[in-house]
């Protein structure tokens, strides 16, 4: 018997193989979780259908997360199909490309600091009205992926930096209104992992080889890792953490300088 068997969970955000939210969906899978999956258009359906396969999904579903009305839509396929619902996985994050690159004053704009936060903050708080319902009595959890950027300044990370921060405060405040329910909110700060989110930040191979020599471990985390710590975190072996960033960066966030070479 897997960590999640009986498990009932959503997965926002999968994109493609590489990314962070299919290294939870495989976990989750593996654990025995029964999977629903969204995609975001059109474009990305035949893809998150041919992972639905794979996990043997039992709803893939439209979501723009930008919409409180497929949110909604959302919840109410999950209801008619399967009653409640025990974890909810929101692996997203976006702000306009031009944001992302060169001095944080000159390239954040009105509009691009609103995009940032609605979708990469707002979004996990939107899921969880619809969601608690569903959610309520069941020990169930939600879960989020924040980065270092909320913490620490980082190159061209910009704007993302503080929606990322504004989604980990999220995660607190979350935590402590739906703990009355049974609901558990956390996040994994995962570090850097060459995805597609990742790939609109400019010079991030680099920042991925200098991440390298500065970790502990001397190596980069996978999508595997990280889907590992999420299945522990949704689990009941998890019952008591709630309103936690747990590190999973092979221990960059504890280190201040890169050994020094000879």
């Known amino acids: 018997m897997g960590l999640l068997t009986g498990k009932k969970v959503l997965i926002v955000g999968v994109a493609s193989k590489l ?7 495989e976990a989750c899978f593996r654990e025995g979780a029964e999977i629903a999956l969204t995609y975001q258009n059109d474009k990305l359906k035949s893809r998150v259908e041919s992972f ?3 996990w043997n999904a039992s709803l893939i579903l439209p979501l723009d997360v930008s919409s409180d009305t497929q949110i909604e839509s959302v919840f109410d ?3 008619a199909e399967w009653g409640a619902i025990d974890i909810v996985i929101h692996s997203v994050g976006y702000a306009p490309a031009s944001e ?3 001095d944080y004053v000159n390239a954040t704009t009105r509009e691009g600091f609103q995009i940032a936060h609605d979708i990469s903050a707002y979004s996990f708080v939107a899921l969880a009205k619809y969601a608690r319902p569903l959610m309520q009595g069941r020990n169930a959890c939600l879960l989020t992926l924040t980065y270092l950027g909320a913490q620490r300044t980082l190159p061209n990370y910009n704007v993302m930096g503080l929606a990322k921060a504004s989604l980990e405060a999220n995660v607190r405040y979350m935590a402590n209104s739906l703990g009355t329910d049974g609901i558990r909110v956390n996040a994994i700060s995962a570090g850097p992992i060459r995805t597609l989110a990742a790939s609109g930040i400019k010079s991030f191979r680099k920042m991925l080889a200098e991440n390298e020599k500065q ?3 001397r190596r980069n985390v996978t999508i595997e890792e990280v889907g590992n710590a999420a299945a522990f975190l949704c689990s009941d072996l998890a019952s ?3 309103g936690e960033i ?3 960066d092979g221990g960059f966030n ?3 300088m890169r050994p020094l070479e000879d």
């Open 52 to 54: 639905g396969e794979k």
């Open 254 to 256: 504890t280190t201040a």
């Open 215 to 217: 970790t502990p471990l």
């Open 100 to 102: 992302l690159d060169g």
């Open 240 to 242: 008591g953490i709630s």
């Open 19 to 25: 990314s962070i939210a299919s290294g939870i969906a």
């Open 246 to 248: 747990l590190f999973v």
């Open 77 to 79: 396929s999950i209801k």
